[in-house]
């Protein structure tokens, strides 16, 4: 005798269906219908179960379900890496079935976070080879760090300089994409194929026309795989692109579903959705696998408003923001990140001494010269004093600039840095360090001559020690510079 | 209203055919009521309608006809229900005799749902209160599969 629990279509609304029976059924359990579309279990209540369809199709009335035996997971395992799925871990790339064996574990989606015993304290730094991340708002291995701008700020291109700059260095990325257009996965796919970076990179992807349901499981999906690999001793760089697209479809799942709309329309558990996942991502301690997931939520204002919300929920909820701006990405500033409204509430532990203090007086300079840019207009006028403030400003400015797709030592990034304080570059103007940037970094990176200097960034103890090391070193810049 | 359930229930198995006759009758009081267009019906229609008492019908007048059709519609509707598959289409005397069967087995106030499903070859599933238990020739077979594909063979080899 084969006995299996079934449940029978009470009513449905669009890819939301109410079943009856199921005695001993659980949230997140799956269920199949005779024709074969799958659908999870949402929420249970005395009489019916609802249901969110991950297939589309017509179910009708008194249509039977039946309980599978699994439940809403996918197999983990490295197979995965190079790969781009849908979040039930079907290939969507065209390379074929993945490459598993048949012992592959399945990991549930919807797991709860580890608690505070497994996690350890973030002490180490996340690199990503942005000289203006790595250096000004550096990120820890294990911290949340929100990514939020203006559509055609730069956030892609930066969330992708830095997956093509974990090259070499065993990071694991995984990245979600959730209801983009299809074309914007593939060309995803094609830049990181063409930038070898998708061999440590595993793609979960949902396009705008799949069923809400199945949008909404991709950033569960990215965090299982991310899991998998922590739990390896890997260290994963999650990016969750985005949330706010993550945000809309809870709200329409929840509102086909006569929950009570809050504020924005949004139901009253988006706050514990996005945290209950954001949890998921820390450093661990060795017995819990030992591995990070640092994690990138992205999330797109509407009309440069970071009030709104959804923005300030996953302010709340992660480790600091990188703020995106579109009129400094049009203006050539990349990337376009707003340094004075922008914060990292852990990276600044993970900093060596020098860089701290570096980062410190370079803050300090910025913050300053922000404050004296209503009277810069008169730069002839004022004292020298103010006037090297508002230069070394726009030097800082110049030396952040990084084109894309470029990648930068942390020994170059504070050696950048600290050149402002040099005697050489006293008077230099802006058009100067854009001329010559790039001659430097050459210099620094392949000279010689210059490669002591290097060296011995990481052995001092601070930022004066550097200075004067740049200072000595003043003849040979000089040589290589091209004067305007 | 239990002694009208009741009485409809006496001989009515299928949730189909009891969803039918209510209505049948609902339409045929209200025909008596207030008037109007006579449906059309069929003998076996006509002949359950006859075999009410005239004391049944004494329980609807004009005032409470709604109401008690309301009443009734939310009553049957929590009736638990047993889901038969076969792998025939059975006429209505089969089904009749079915529900007679299981009423006077289990004793229980339930109706019968007869679904038609060819994959069981022969034999019956069952699905109540949200179990589903396959008696079915499919299920022995699936469960014989091995020991009838290796006589298959031992046929074949001789």
Known sequence: MNQTEVGYVVSSRNFLIYLDGFPTIRINDMVESDNGLRGWINSISENTVEVLMLDEGVVKPKTQFRKLDTRLGLPTGDFLLGRAINPLGIPIDGKGLLSRTKNVAMSELDREASGIESRQFIANQFLTGITLIDTLIPLGRGQRELVLGDAHSGKTGFLINAIVNQKNTGVICVIALIGKPAVTVKNLIDVLKSNKALDYTVIVATSSSEAAPLIFLTPKTAFTIAEYFQKKGKHVLLVLDDLGSHAKIYREIALLGNKPPGKESYPGDIFYQHAHLLERAGNFLPQYGGGSITALPVVELNLTDFTTLIPTNLMSMTDGHLLFRAGMHAQGQTPAIDISLSVSRVGRQTQNKVSNLLSTRVRQILSAAADLETISRFSSELPPETQLILRRKDQFMELLKQDPLTMLSKEVQLILLALPFTTFFKDKTRSFIEKNKRVIIDAFQNNPQLAPVIRSVNKLNNEEELIKILESIGGILSKICQTP | ?158
């Open chain 2, 1 to 158: 209203m239990n002694d009208i359930l009741n009485t409809i229930l006496k001989d009515t198995f299928s949730h189909t055919l009891l969803n039918h006759r209510v209505k049948l009758l609902k339409s045929n009081l209200l025909k008596t009521f207030f008037g109007g267009a006579s449906p059309t019906l069929t003998p076996s229609d006509l002949n359950w309608l006859k075999s009410f008492p005239e004391s049944f019908y004494r329980n609807f007048n004009k005032d409470n006809v709604y109401q008690i059709f309301s009443d009734l519609e939310q009553n049957y509707a929590k009736l638990p229900i047993l889901t038969i598959y076969l792998a025939f289409e059975p006429d209505e005397a089969t089904v009749a005799n079915i529900g007679a069967f299981t009423r006077k087995t289990f004793g229980l106030p339930f109706m019968l749902d007869i679904k038609l499903d060819p994959r069981l070859i022969a034999g019956a599933a069952l699905s109540w209160k949200g179990v589903y238990r396959d008696f079915s020739l499919r299920t022995r077979i699936e469960e014989k599969k091995e020991e009838i594909s290796q006589s298959f063979k031992k046929f074949l080899r001789q």
